[in-house]
């Protein structure tokens, strides 16, 4: 039987969700190992779920290079494998129903060259995943991003966490227009909220995120129709290193990009 | 038999739980009829869950003079019902997994005289309660907040949506220093996870919140061992009426008030 890639990848995902789940929310899961490859605290989760998606990778006889959120790079074969084993550790260890696995798989050193990729909601298991050039799914039933009507009040998802005062500033106005703001603390999972529907724009301005972080999401959002720019609105590109930081805005549409970016373009005026 | 008023309120839960979960996320939940007695919008959803508590209640042979988010003030007999049927109905609108019922029971018209509360989690069916001076319980289970180290960081959960901009500055440096925080959109669910040790701390300085969106919440924190405070530092207290609005800080405990509201006051030095 040939496994395809997108199937090593949800396979690893289902693995690491059935080695974490008995250990979520326990003394165990919140140990403290140094710090990880991406600059955070290694918690006991997150290496028991990293371990479970490289065996599961290896066991499916693929090799590719590694780039992982606690690991770092360990050098494979062919193509990129790029792992955050658990996103939202935060929640996870309060038992906050709210975090993910996010898996990707590059041809390249880029973000733009992935070509297939899982996010899994570690609380209800729910599966998120797509390949290049055929579409995003959830549990088998395909997803596209919401078109919200111009006079819908919008769904925003930010992470402000730690933000630079004079950042936050930037999005301040935004903020003050806007009745639905949303933090649930999983970057990758709240843009694959996006490409279901449920929130129409995440933004990350901190300047702290990694491929690791949001590979996965990056894909089925582009695969459901949405959208993903730098902070110059420029369409969102990067290595893939553990140690390349960046800040992005992601939307449902081009229109609501334009309906969020004024207010902070136009904040010094 | 005869019905606590406690029973009486879970099972006002109970009955709008079932009475919305089958239109939750359909097109008939959002249908809009005009400003509510709150002065949000009132949806379809509201109404159904408003119908069924205030039904449960009478059926229960209590007569409480009802304070409802969409219905306004309702004369009764004795003591004051507070409802808010659906906190988070923009989240249940788009089937985020996030949005509760609030009932509250007072003997009198103020914050201070709430005798009995229920939070229930419309997603989860998780039920909070609490009864004063007879602790505060999950699902039958005793709960406590958490009692969070100084040297680990905190979660903090905030409402900042539409928040003015000169508000919003007073709390930019307490957002600067924090790893983790988080606006789930149902403030009545985010200060009970307070109450159950998922939060440290919940802040809406937007004075906009009612008396109807926290009033349970309110019970169920102070019963877990919690704390609310006004934007003075004072204990929270305020009439019932649906036009009276404000701000408060709710914390796990007295230390977790100092540590965050340091960055607050310090804010001008």
Redesign the interface.
């Known amino acids: 039987m040939v496994v395809t890639i997108l199937d090593a990848l949800i396979r690893a995902c289902n693995s690491a969700y059935n080695q974490t789940k008995g250990i979520i929310g326990t003394i165990e899961a919140g140990k403290e190992f140094g710090i990880g490859a991406g600059g955070d605290i290694t918690k006991n989760l997150d290496l028991v779920a990293e371990k479970a998606v490289i065996e599961s990778i290896r066991n499916d006889k693929l090799s590719p290079t590694i780039i992982g959120e606690e690991s770092g790079r360990i050098e494979g074969d062919k193509g990129f494998l790029i792992i955050d084993p658990v996103d939202g550790t ?1 929640n996870a260890l ?4 709210f975090y993910c696995c996010s898996l990707a798989y590059a041809e390249d050193f880029k973000l733009s060259a992935v070509t297939d990729a899982v996010v899994m909601d570690f609380f ?1 298991g729910d599966t998120y995943y797509a390949s290049r050039g055929k579409g995003a799914f959830l549990n088998k039933n395909r997803i596209s991003v919401r078109r919200t009507q111009d006079d819908e ?1 919008l ?1 925003i998802g ?1 992470n ?6 004079q950042t ?2 930037t999005l ?2 935004l ?11 999983a970057n990758a999972l709240e843009v694959s ?1 996006i490409a279901r ?3 129409d724009a995440y933004i990350d301005f901190r300047g702290k995120i990694r491929a690791t972080d949001m590979a996965g999401a990056y894909l089925i959002l582009k695969e459901a129709g949405g959208k993903i720019y730098d902070m110059h609105g420029s369409e969102l590109d990067s290595d893939l290193g553990v140690s390349t930081k960046m800040s992005f805005l992601a939307t449902a549409t081009d229109r609501i990009f334009e309906r969020i970016s004024n207010p902070i373009t136009n904040r010094k005026r």
């Open positions: 935060a309060r038992q906050i129903p209800s009040s769904l930010l402000i966490s730690g933000i630079p005062v936050l500033e301040s106005n903020i003050s227009q806007s009745n639905h703001i949303r933090q649930f603390g909220y529907g449920l929130l």
